[in-house]
Nanobody, 121 residues
């Protein structure tokens, strides 16, 4: 599946940003979708995931209560709403797709191009 991200950019601490990721190729509705991020000199980190039905969501502790992942299977699109942004959220964010329920980076075979988010204090 091919993934194309949009959104992100610059924000001040406490602000909000929203990502979209449009999928094409393998049926979108059968894929677990997730967002990962990678900050400079750090390893790629899991941020959030959503099951194919949208009924289950998973978040890294550092974003719980601030970020929301959602999906629209009719539009083959997954979203990441980011509120109450902090400078430590600064990273390149990646959309990813996998078969089955997983949050392990190695299980995701399709990745978006990555989009920069910079949060200023």
């Amino acid at each position: 599946v091919q993934l194309v991200e949009s959104g992100g950019g610059l924000a001040q601490a406490g602000g909000s940003l929203r990502f979209s990721c449009v999928a094409s190729g393998r049926p979108f509705r059968t894929s677990t979708m997730a967002w990962f991020r990678q900050a400079p000199v750090k390893e790629r980190e899991f941020v959030a995931a959503i099951s194919w039905s949208g009924g289950s969501t998973y978040y890294v502790d550092s974003v719980k209560g601030r970020f929301t992942i959602s999906r629209d299977n009719a539009k083959a699109t997954v979203y990441l709403q980011m509120n109450s942004l902090k400078p430590e959220d600064t990273a390149v964010y990646y959309c990813a797709a996998a078969l089955g329920i997983t949050i392990r980076s190695a299980d995701f075979g399709s990745w978006g191009q990555g989009t920069q988010v910079t949060v200023s204090s």
